[in-house]
């Protein structure tokens, strides 16, 4: 069976599928918006849960992440036990009280519900996959870390998941894998985030627009210059997404703001970009200028060492009867940190479609064969 063919209807009965249904169940009904610390902190503490129950030395760590270690009870690994690192995050972009408009619900071969398929549905698949290994660990020991911010940027969780990255020999990322494709990702461009703010000089629009200096004309230079910095042929994608500004409308206006999103490819255009930020020049000498912000995201380029990880992976997949193939996306995830230390294979969750949209789903005739996959590469790397 190839990732693109039509898989066999499983028995919605049969193993694996009600131990992942069950345990899904739990995540999805504890809502968990990165917003609401507590909230997040009551999905953390489920998974808590299930790792005591597997005899995992537990920790809280710095800036809300938790740390589960299977096989080792060290905080810090040596050079000749090094761990597999797994990276999962609890919260979702989904408010509180979403559930009442997209309730869990099992339809045909798909199960709907708000953080399912971003990633809640990996989080269950892999504990399904550390039951499966029986106390039987890779060499080393395997180190999971469930973060309670990445889909705001892993603030505070980012420098926790960079040093475990030090101490580990690859990682492995339980993000959902591409919707449609079901392919892993091999590879992930770098976000940033810039905030440009202007302040001009406010004056009457109709008696002494002269004297005024607008903010928002401005800003419409700024953009157009800014939004020509982009270069599709290298990967880098530039866009204004959000503007405000102004007030009365008979007042040249004295300020404005715009936000920008970045992705680049590469590091370097990750930094021809932040240095052309920084260097923007008001047209109108009487506008100040501020530029904030920056790359928060390193790019995850696709390396040798995580092509190896990857055709390690097709081959298990192989033995398990279906083909897999491997993409690199422009979204970021928590591998973004870790890549650049250690090789990273990312994907690896529930697959599905729907990542922040109504219609978020696991694809329940795919999900056991990648559960499969993740307790092979678990006993194998």
């Known amino acids: 069976?190839?990732?693109?063919?039509?898989?066999?209807?499983?028995?919605?009965?049969?193993?694996?599928?009600?131990?992942?249904l069950r345990d899904l169940e739990q995540l999805v009904k504890l809502e968990s918006p990165t917003s609401n610390m507590l909230a997040v902190c009551?999905?953390?503490?489920?998974v808590e849960q299930w790792a005591k129950d597997l005899n995992a030395h537990t920790h809280a760590l710095p800036g809300g992440t938790r740390q589960f270690l299977f096989g080792t009870s060290e905080d810090t690994g040596s050079a000749q036990r090094k761990r597999v690192l797994v990276l999962a995050h609890a919260d979702t972009v989904w408010p509180q009280g979403s559930l009442s408009d997209m309730p869990f619900r099992v339809e045909g071969m798909r199960v709907y519900g708000p953080g399912s398929y971003d990633m809640k549905g990996g989080i269950v698949g892999l504990f399904y996959a550390l039951r499966s290994l029986e106390g039987n660990y890779p060499a080393g020991g395997i180190e999971v870390l469930l973060t309670p911010d990445e889909e705001i940027g892993s603030?505070?969780?980012?420098?926790?998941?960079?040093?475990?990255?030090?101490?580990?020999?690859?990682?492995?990322?339980?993000?959902?894998?591409?919707a449609d494709s079901h392919a892993l990702k091999s590879g992930r461009k770098g976000v940033?985030?810039?905030l440009v703010e202007l302040r001009g000089v406010a004056a009457h629009a109709g008696n002494k627009p002269l004297e005024g200096a607008s903010a928002i004309s401005e800003a419409a230079h700024q953009i157009?210059?800014?939004?020509?910095?982009?270069?599709?042929?290298?990967?880098?994608?530039?866009s204004v997404g959000a503007v405000s500004g102004g007030g009365a409308v008979n007042v040249i206006?004295?300020?404005?703001?715009?936000?920008i999103d970045l992705r680049v490819s590469t590091l370097e255009e990750g930094e021809r970009i932040t240095q052309a930020m920084q260097a923007l020049t008001p047209?109108?000498?009487?506008?100040e200028i501020k530029v904030s912000g920056g790359l928060n995201r390193p790019p995850f380029e696709r390396s040798p060492a995580t092509m190896k990880l990857?055709?390690?992976?097709?081959?298990l997949a192989a033995g398990l009867g279906f083909d897999l193939t491997e993409e690199v996306v422009g979204g970021g995830s928590d591998g973004n940190f870790t890549a650049p230390f250690v090789p990273t294979l990312d994907g690896l969750g529930a697959p599905g479609d729907g990542a922040h949209a109504a219609h978020e789903h696991i694809r329940l005739d795919r999900w056991p064969d990648h559960v499969r996959l993740l307790t092979a590469l678990l006993r194998e790397v």
């Open 192 to 194: 940033g985030h810039f």
């Open 224 to 238: 157009l210059a800014v939004q020509a910095l982009a270069d599709p042929e290298k990967g880098t994608t530039v």
């Open 283 to 287: 047209h109108d000498s009487r506008v």
């Open 310 to 315: 990857f055709a390690q992976a097709k081959q």
């Open 253 to 259: 206006p004295a300020q404005a703001r715009f936000e």
């Open 1 to 20: 069976m190839t990732s693109s063919a039509q898989p066999s209807v499983p028995d919605l009965q049969a193993e694996p599928l009600v131990s992942l």
């Open 42 to 46: 009551t999905v953390q503490d489920a």
């Open 155 to 178: 603030h505070h969780s980012r420098a926790v998941i960079e040093q475990a990255a030090q101490r580990a020999r690859v990682v492995l990322v339980i993000e959902p894998p591409v």
